[in-house]
């Protein structure tokens, strides 16, 4: 195999410690025989002394280790990958506990309380706090569709007080409890259609926010879904997608390497929650 050069792209690659493009090249520090990722937080070697290989069964093969502070192996995971699924995974399984907090997901990981929420918000695009508000969301939509009063249905999915649940579910579900509860009474609904990399998507929402976010394959599937959660609304269908519903979809998509090696589910769970995050500001 021959020995290539970085290319610019490769470089400009390497100089951000670009994740993104991790997994799809390796580079080698020739001071020291060592290959790593891209986004390798090690000194940045001088250009002239950097060659690029296509993957770390190429680099292995030419003789040359592994770095051990980027772990560039097929399918390995750093310290930081680890500690960030460690915390989805919790988030996921104690969507319902209060106070789930950032003191405490940084003890799981092993981390302080500062350095867990940076990574945290650069790998998954979004804070602890705002995936765990989507858990929690889900949670109470689950418990209110279930027949279960406002007040403990909104403790139990982990909001802590009647206030807080109407300071935050309000804007959290594109309406009241009271109204979610009824089906969507009364209520215009604009909803509308698109393809994303996980599938085609329907986003729908009130004057107040975004009401529904829902992921499939299949577009009548999507509107009956819609349809059965909000069986007493106004539903009226966008085509096209409004423009600013459009650019709050595609800066959800953007998906660290990390996030694509982990489960259809919990990618599934970000995207929303990135979504819903991100709307506000498009709206």
Known sequence: MPVLRPSNLAWRAVARRDRRLDGCFVYVALST?????????ARLPERKRVVIFPSSADAEQRGYAACRRCYPEANSLTPAE???????????????EQPLTLDGLARTCGLSPNHFHRMFTRIVGISPKNFHDFQRL???????RSGMRASIAGYNAGYGSVR????????DLGMTPAVYQQGGRGLGIRYALASVALGRVLL??????????LLGACDDSLIRQLSDEYRAALLNHE??????????????QREDPLLLRLGLGTRRDVFQAKVRKTFARHL
């Open 82 to 96: 680890r500690s960030v699924q460690r915390a989805l995974a919790t988030m996921t399984r104690h969507s319902d």
């Open 33 to 41: 025989n060592i290959y790593c990722r891209p986004s390798c937080p």
């Open 164 to 171: 807080a649940l109407y300071e935050g579910a309000v804007s």
């Open 239 to 252: 085509r096209p997608m409004p423009p600013a519903w459009l650019a709050a979809l595609r800066h959800a």
């Open 138 to 144: 889900v949670r109470l939509k689950e418990l209110l």
């Open 204 to 213: 729908a929402a009130t004057p107040v926010g975004v009401c529904a976010l």
